[in-house]
């Protein structure tokens, strides 16, 4: 069945870095567009950045934009979320999630990481 | 982009029906047909429940439905049973480079 399976979150300072991974299986990994979405704590969810099936196509939300990089490895079935200069706004629990095309919706999603970012 | 707006709170007893609203504008939920919803458990990940407005996802029961009409899209749930008592959401594409907004999120009490 499918899975997706969130790591690298964690307590980082303000204006630190974290990398986030997330672990595919039990699907062509390489045919899916894939997704970041966060969810602060007690707050609603957040759309954060998209990444086509060859990863050459990538968006992002206005509020990460600069500051975070989506990138893939479809040879290892991964997908990546490089966060630089964070924000204590940018704490939430991040979610990768596939998309059912552009626009579509988020048909699978991961368990969630948590990344606090505090002094 | 601003959030699509949703009720903070709805109730029902169990066997009643309710019925979410979610509000955006003409550059999203009212030019595409791309709304969907999500029920969230405390602690739990978002499960799809509704896409393409009013399309139910294999193994959703059928007591969940969706509508829009203009910038407004709706879902309702019928027979409302205690396991129904979630969070949701409602998510609407937005165009290229916005992309995907979610609503605020409601959280559905079951008496």
């Known amino acids: 069945q499918v899975q997706l399976v969130e790591s690298g979150g964690g307590l980082v300072k303000p204006g630190g870095s974290l990398r986030l991974s997330c672990a595919a299986s039990?699907?062509?990994?390489?045919?899916?567009?894939m997704s970041w979405i966060r969810q602060a704590p007690g707050k609603g969810l957040e759309w954060v950045s998209y990444?086509?099936?060859?990863?050459?196509?990538?968006y992002y939300a206005d509020s990460v934009k600069g500051r975070f990089t989506i990138s893939r490895d479809n040879a290892k079935n991964s997908l990546y979320l490089q966060m630089n200069s964070l924000r204590a706004e940018d704490t939430a629990v991040y979610y990768c999630?596939?998309?059912?095309?552009?626009?579509?919706?988020?048909?699978?999603w991961g368990q969630g990481t948590l990344v606090t970012v505090s002094s | 982009q601003s959030a699509l707006t949703q009720p903070a709170s709805v109730s029902g007893s169990p066997g009643q029906s309710i019925t979410i609203s979610c509000t955006g504008t003409?550059?999203?939920?009212?030019?595409?047909?791309?709304v969907s919803w999500y029920q969230q458990h405390p602690g739990k990940a978002p499960k799809l429940m509704i896409y393409?407005?009013?399309k139910r996802p294999s193994g959703v029961s059928n007591r969940f439905s969706g509508s829009k009409s203009g910038n407004t899209a709706s879902l309702t749930i019928s027979g409302l049973q205690a396991e129904d008592e979630a969070d949701y959401y409602c998510?609407?594409?937005?165009?290229?480079?916005?992309?995907?907004?979610f609503g605020g999120g409601t959280k559905l009490t079951v008496l």
């Open positions: 999630a596939s998309p059912d095309g552009i626009g579509g919706a988020f048909d699978y």
């Open positions: 039990g699907f062509t990994f390489s045919d899916y567009y």
């Open positions: 990444i086509s099936s060859s990863g050459s196509t990538i």
């Open positions: 003409s550059s999203d939920v009212g030019s595409y047909n791309l």
């Open positions: 393409e407005v009013s």
């Open positions: 998510c609407s594409y937005a165009g290229s480079s916005i992309d995907w907004v």
